[in-house]
């Protein structure tokens, strides 16, 4: 082939693969806008159901169209701790199914209208101002550079079926024996762990097919392949995770391998059921992705019994730590910034831990007011101090949330949670105010009189009582409660001041020093911020 072929060759095939991979990013980041909802209720639906997991990871490929995401994201919850084992083997299972969706699409005939899908799709993301619309058009707009990269590969990949050089060297990866099938294979494996996308890998082979570069045997055999090079994504997403996330990305590796070891054997015959079932009338395409589904198919019913045992010997495969794993005060994992949608719920689910660790709190607090205990006292500094970590470490996921593709919705719900976080942590700030007030008073030898403690143990009730509340709302999103929040908030503003007049009058009635008396109503005071912040949490709840 002359430089100047070989040039053209490279530039178009370089180029078309990056705007297939571009592509396939924008139409995943559409897809997850458009349909974030539903994948929360998805992801949501996982349980200890095998074939529930696998309709799940099947159902949530085919909406972001990409099983990387996918992997990587349950990688991520696994170590999150959020996901069992178990559970993320039966979703990975179903990922592989759905991901063979691209595959069906890319076949479409509608491939050569790339460029024209392209066009109009971003003429609806410039000019229209629905936004629902213009994430369509994002959506579509990936799906014309998918097919118009793979029209550029295509042609990119023609001059190769006449070139002596190219079948000479290609000659040596033929499976006209296993051993030839076995090179297949670990050819498109390498391809698609260098690529780090089985769509694109497929996507490459597929239009080599159409060129007559390579015939079908030899693409089902590369699809073989592909299927595990696509494991090293969920791989390189577990280095640095804990043991349990490193077992998911295992498992993986482990079922592809499997699966394509026992495929090898009975390669011919499997092409004989392929050919027999779809006959040569059918387009190439089509034929390679219907060899990429049954496989995946094969897979799942292959490995869907073996799920328990499966994991049983990756228990044993890869061992605790000698020490508890925490990588983070939080739960949030930074694999989740592929997939917003549950990113979010991820993000809100620490809100509420946030809730009920303010709570606990308020518990401790509650026991310290009728006893000492040096035990619940160190727990209230203790939580203190991880909220100020927890605080931190949900700004900045957040934070790097809202740098990607999101909807109007998305960004008020984060903005919402930023806020929700922020007053949390001024709670506890609050809480702790408090007990240094308390431990000031042990400390001066001061005590409260019995009828201004059993008010701050009354207005504890009640300030705990109103966070508690909130809290349930913020759970059951319950928008409409600002109304009750606002009257409820007035109580508890009318009870400091009664409380602080009543301390006020009874100065000159009994004996108390002036810095116990200060203390007192800077406890007061405390409290009252307490539900100051509560309200601002309500009132971020209630943000439309």
Not at 304 to 315: H, R
Request: charged share 20%.
């Amino acid at each position: 082939m002359e430089t100047e072929s070989f040039i053209q060759m490279i530039v178009m095939v370089v180029g078309g693969l990056g705007m297939f991979l571009l592509g396939m990013k924008q139409m995943s980041e559409g897809m997850q806008v458009i349909a974030g909802e539903k994948m929360r209720k998805l992801i949501s639906k996982v349980t200890d159901n095998n074939l529930v997991g696998v309709g799940v990871g099947a159902a949530l490929t085919g909406l972001i169209q990409s099983s990387s995401v996918t992997t990587v994201m349950v990688v991520g919850m696994v170590n999150a701790g959020v996901m069992t084992l178990r559970q993320s083997i039966g979703v990975i299972l179903g990922a592989d199914i759905g991901t063979t969706v691209t595959a069906w699409i890319i076949a479409l005939k509608i491939a050569d209208y790339g460029l024209p899908i392209l066009g109009i799709s971003a003429f609806f993301y410039l000019f229209s101002k629905n936004e629902r619309i213009r994430y369509i058009a994002v959506m579509f707009l990936g799906l014309g550079m998918v097919f118009y990269g793979l029209e550029l590969m295509k042609g990119g990949f023609e001059p190769l079926r006449d070139d002596p050089a190219f079948l000479s060297l290609f000659s040596r990866f033929q499976p006209s024996n296993h051993i030839g099938v076995l090179k297949c294979v670990l050819v498109g494996a390498f391809v698609t762990a260098i690529i780090q996308s089985s769509s694109a890998t497929v996507a490459i082979t597929i239009a080599l097919a159409k060129t007559g570069a390579i015939g079908y045997d030899t693409a089902v055999a590369l699809v073989l392949g592909e299927n595990i090079g696509t494991t090293i994504t969920a791989y390189l997403a577990s280095l640095g995770a804990t043991t349990n996330a490193k077992r998911t990305a295992y498992a993986h590796i482990l079922i592809k391998i499997m699966a394509v070891c026992l495929m090898i054997p009975i390669f011919y015959s499997y092409l004989w059921i392929l050919k027999t079932i779809l006959s040569e009338n059918i387009p190439l395409p089509a034929r390679i992705a219907f060899a990429h589904t049954v496989f995946n198919i094969f897979v799942v019913c292959l490995f869907l019994p073996l799920v328990a045992p499966l994991s049983s010997f990756l228990l044993r495969f890869v061992p605790e730590k000698s020490y508890k794993e925490i990588p983070h005060l939080t739960y949030l994992d930074i694999r989740m910034l592929d997939a917003p949608a549950l990113g979010i719920k991820q993000s809100f689910d620490e809100i509420l831990r946030m809730n009920g660790d303010v709570l606990k709190m308020f518990k401790w607090r509650e026991i310290l007011l009728s006893e000492n205990n040096g035990k619940n006292e160190r727990k209230i500094f203790q939580t203190e101090e991880k909220f100020d970590v927890i605080q931190k470490e949900i700004t900045e996921f957040l934070s790097k949330l809202l740098a990607g593709n999101l909807s109007m919705h998305e960004t008020k719900e984060i903005r919402k949670q930023l806020r929700m976080a922020d007053e949390y942590e001024s709670i506890s700030d609050c809480v702790v105010i408090i007990m240094k007030l308390f431990l000031k008073m042990q400390k001066n030898g001061l005590n409260i009189i019995e009828q201004d403690r059993n008010n701050i143990s009354d207005l504890h009730k009640s300030v705990s009582g109103y966070v508690e509340w909130i809290g349930q709302a913020i759970q059951n999103k319950n928008t409409g409660i600002l109304v009750k929040v606002l009257a409820e908030g007035k109580v508890i503003n009318n009870k400091v001041k009664n409380y602080r007049s009543l301390h006020i009058n009874e100065l000159g009635a009994t004996p108390n020093s002036p810095l116990a008396s200060l203390i007192y109503t800077d406890i007061l005071n405390a409290y009252r911020r307490i539900k100051d912040h509560s309200l601002n949490i309500a009132e971020a709840l209630c943000l439309e």
